[in-house]
């Protein structure tokens, strides 16, 4: 088995992993300015996805260019939260060099792809010998449809892990799964941090949101749209706080409704949906919302669009007004400016920030505890690390624990 890595690999984003020039793990973006994709262009006979996240599915659409069909592999909360993102790229980019799809594209995802659930193997074409594979999709505890990926060619067992969490969210319980395998391909986001335990973390967001409003001011809350908006209606349900929610967080909340068997507590997620406000957007709202000492829960998660920029120049020259930064912010981002310095681009001027920005640690993604538990089950297997900015650092470690380990550099291809 030969494994090149078009994405992904000392980096956080674009992931793409290609299995002997024919099964495509992933195809994603990763967000940036301008966006990059993966190093080339593959044609395979199939792809596999493992989550509905813009840096694992985002550039999927593109594999159907001309006259290329392959067939496209994933989760029903996977298949819908693709078509989401796609449009939403389409809506920011258009048909220009900063998209490598348009409309059509999209549209023809409904002709090649195949929906499938947890523990049930499939067939998927090609391979060096023309056997095929046999894929397993198991639950990754990511987010509403994420999974790992067991791909066995009958010699070589490859588990490809995605992005997971070992521990249990509102949204979604922690992975249990750990299936025999050879080799692992294992995402490292936050392999040198340990996670505050989560209700600690639940209970300082909530804390600070109670404390700001109750000094009059207004609380932004920037999320992603997938997982995170979810996760902090379900938080924000259980501490009595009544939230407004804008931007394709709504969609998304409305969609994932639809799968439950996909989350952990359906019924909790309809009720802090219905405490929720859902914002139109119309004459003047958002600006009203930003002088009403409320909570708003919006998109982009790092602030690189969205309604986010509707309500950031409304707050941030009054100190008693807040920033929960609640997510991962990539280098190069504006969140990761303000997180760091405190100031980020508005309206084409960098302007400094006064109101308090905070950070929660609401990570949808196994910590370096959890991937030294999980990856126990395989110490006797090939460790590939890969989706982290210290891929090499942590495989070292991993080496110097007795594992057999390595950080595949971009673009490098590796023999199993």
Same mark, same amino acid.
């Given at each position: 088995?030969?494994?090149?890595?078009?994405?992904?690999?000392?980096?956080?984003?674009?992931?793409?992993?290609?299995?002997?020039?024919?099964?495509?793990?992933?195809?994603?973006?990763?967000?940036?300015?301008? /966006?990059?994709?993966?190093?080339?262009? /593959?044609?395979?006979?199939?792809?596999?996805?493992?989550?509905?996240? !813009?840096?694992?599915?985002?550039?999927?659409?593109?594999?159907?260019?001309? #006259?290329?069909?392959?067939?496209?592999?994933?989760?029903?909360?996977?298949?819908?939260?693709?078509?989401?993102?796609?449009?939403?790229?389409?809506?920011?980019?258009?048909?220009?060099?900063?998209?490598?799809?348009?409309?059509?594209?999209?549209?023809?995802?409904?002709?090649?792809?195949?929906?499938?659930?947890?523990?049930?193997?499939?067939?998927?074409?090609?391979?060096?010998?023309?056997?095929?594979?046999?894929?397993?999709?198991?639950?990754?505890?990511?987010?509403?449809?994420?999974?790992?990926?067991?791909?066995?060619?009958?010699?070589?067992? =490859?588990?490809?892990?995605?992005?997971?969490?070992? #521990?249990?969210?509102? =949204?979604?319980? %922690?992975?249990?799964?750990?299936?025999?395998?050879?080799?692992?391909?294992? *995402? +490292?986001?936050?392999?040198?941090?340990?996670?505050? #335990?989560?209700?600690?973390?639940?209970?300082?967001?909530?804390?600070?949101?109670?404390?700001?409003?109750?000094?009059? %001011?207004?609380?932004?809350? /920037?999320?992603?749209?997938?997982?995170?908006?979810? *996760?902090? =209606?379900?938080?924000?349900?259980?501490?009595?706080?009544?939230?407004?929610?804008?931007?394709?967080?709504?969609?998304?909340?409305?969609?994932?409704?639809?799968?439950?068997?996909?989350?952990?507590?359906?019924?909790? !997620?309809?009720?802090?949906?219905?405490?929720?406000?859902?914002?139109?957007?119309?004459?003047?709202?958002?600006?009203?919302?930003?002088?009403?000492?409320?909570?708003?829960?919006?998109?982009?998660?790092?602030?690189?669009?969205?309604?986010?920029? +509707?309500?950031?120049?409304?707050?941030?020259?009054?100190?008693?007004?807040?920033?929960?930064?609640?997510?991962?912010?990539?280098?190069?981002?504006?969140?990761?400016?303000?997180?760091?310095?405190?100031?980020?681009?508005?309206?084409?001027?960098?302007?400094?920030?006064?109101?308090?920005?905070?950070?929660?640690?609401?990570?949808?993604?196994?910590?370096?505890?959890?991937?030294?538990?999980? !990856?126990?089950?395989?110490?006797? +297997? *090939?460790?590939?690390?890969?989706?982290?900015?210290?891929?090499?650092?942590?495989?070292?470690? !991993?080496?110097?624990?007795?594992?057999?380990? +390595?950080?595949?550099?971009?673009?490098?291809?590796?023999?199993?």
């Amino acid at each position: 088995m030969e494994i090149e890595f078009l994405g992904g690999a000392r980096e956080v984003g674009r992931s793409a992993v290609l299995v002997d020039g024919s099964l495509l793990l992933d195809y994603g973006i990763l967000t940036a300015d301008p /966006p990059q994709y993966p190093i080339r262009d /593959p044609e395979p006979d199939a792809v596999v996805v493992s989550h509905g996240h !813009l840096d694992h599915v985002g550039a999927v659409p593109a594999l159907l260019k001309g #006259d290329r069909r392959p067939a496209i592999h994933w989760t029903p909360p996977t298949a819908d939260l693709a078509r989401v993102l796609a449009r939403d790229t389409l809506k920011l980019h258009g048909n220009g060099p900063l998209c490598p799809f348009g409309e059509e594209h999209v549209a023809r995802i409904g002709e090649v792809e195949e929906r499938h659930g947890y523990g049930e193997p499939f067939p998927v074409a090609g391979g060096i010998g023309s056997g095929g594979y046999e894929v397993t999709l198991h639950s990754a505890g990511h987010i509403p449809g994420s999974a790992h990926v067991l791909v066995d060619d009958g010699d070589t067992r =490859l588990l490809y892990t995605g992005d997971f969490h070992t #521990d249990d969210q509102r =949204l979604v319980a %922690g992975t249990t799964a750990r299936p025999d395998a050879d080799v692992v391909i294992c *995402e +490292s986001t936050y392999a040198d941090v340990t996670h505050e #335990d989560r209700a600690a973390v639940e209970e300082g967001w909530a804390e600070r949101v109670r404390t700001t409003i109750w000094e009059g %001011g207004t609380v932004v809350a /920037p999320a992603f749209a997938i997982g995170r908006t979810q *996760e902090l =209606l379900l938080v924000a349900d259980a501490h009595d706080l009544a939230p407004y929610v804008d931007g394709m967080g709504k969609e998304v909340t409305r969609l994932l409704q639809r799968h439950p068997a996909f989350l952990r507590d359906p019924e909790a !997620l309809r009720r802090a949906t219905g405490a929720a406000r859902f914002v139109t957007g119309r004459d003047g709202q958002r600006e009203r919302i930003a002088a009403d000492n409320a909570l708003v829960v919006t998109t982009s998660g790092m602030l690189a669009g969205g309604p986010v920029h +509707s309500y950031l120049p409304e707050i941030r020259t009054n100190p008693t007004n807040a920033v929960t930064l609640t997510g991962y912010q990539v280098e190069g981002t504006p969140g990761r400016e303000l997180q760091d310095h405190g100031r980020m681009e508005m309206n084409g001027r960098v302007r400094p920030v006064s109101a308090r920005v905070s950070s929660h640690d609401f990570s949808a993604h196994v910590d370096r505890d959890g991937l030294e538990s999980f !990856l126990e089950s395989y110490r006797g +297997s *090939e460790v590939l690390v890969t989706h982290g900015d210290r891929c090499e650092s942590f495989a070292e470690d !991993l080496r110097e624990d007795g594992f057999e380990a +390595s950080a595949p550099a971009l673009g490098e291809r590796v023999e199993v």
